[in-house]
């Protein structure tokens, strides 16, 4: 069964860390680009990040830009989203996705064409 499963969320003080990850099972990740979503209550879901297959290309929502980092290593079929610096608006549901078809090893859409996604997993950011 060819899945994604993103794991790593919870809850965490404001300016607090977090690190999720994007693992694929029954395929491999290394000629996909991967992005990375999440979806607050009441909100649309939000494209805050993508990385390339090569991982030579990576985009930022400006919502997030320098303060998340996302990296991948194909060897272990992961992709992840570290989190830092983090505020009580980025509390969401985080999704990471793939697509149908094949880019470039230098691109990545942000926030678009993602087909394919995993179950999720909570970030709360409280005190």
């Known amino acids: 069964q060819l899945q994604l499963v993103e794991s790593g969320g919870g809850l965490v003080q404001p300016g607090g860390s977090l690190r999720l990850s994007c693992a694929a099972s029954?395929?491999?990740?290394?000629?996909?680009?991967i992005g990375w979503f999440r979806q607050a209550p009441g909100k649309e879901r939000e494209g805050i990040s993508c990385i390339s297959s090569s991982g030579g290309r990576i985009n930022y929502a400006d919502s997030v830009k320098g303060r998340f980092t996302t990296f991948r290593d194909n060897a272990k079929n992961t992709v992840y989203l570290q989190m830092s610096s983090l505020k009580p608006e980025d509390t969401a549901v985080y999704y990471c996705?793939?697509?149908?078809?094949?880019?470039?090893?230098?691109?990545?859409?942000?926030?678009?064409?993602?087909?394919?996604w995993g179950q999720g997993t909570q970030v709360t950011v409280s005190s």
């Open positions: 029954g395929f491999t990740l290394d000629y996909y680009a």
């Open positions: 996705g793939y697509p149908r078809i094949y880019y470039s090893d230098t691109y990545c859409p942000l926030g678009y064409d993602y087909d394919y």
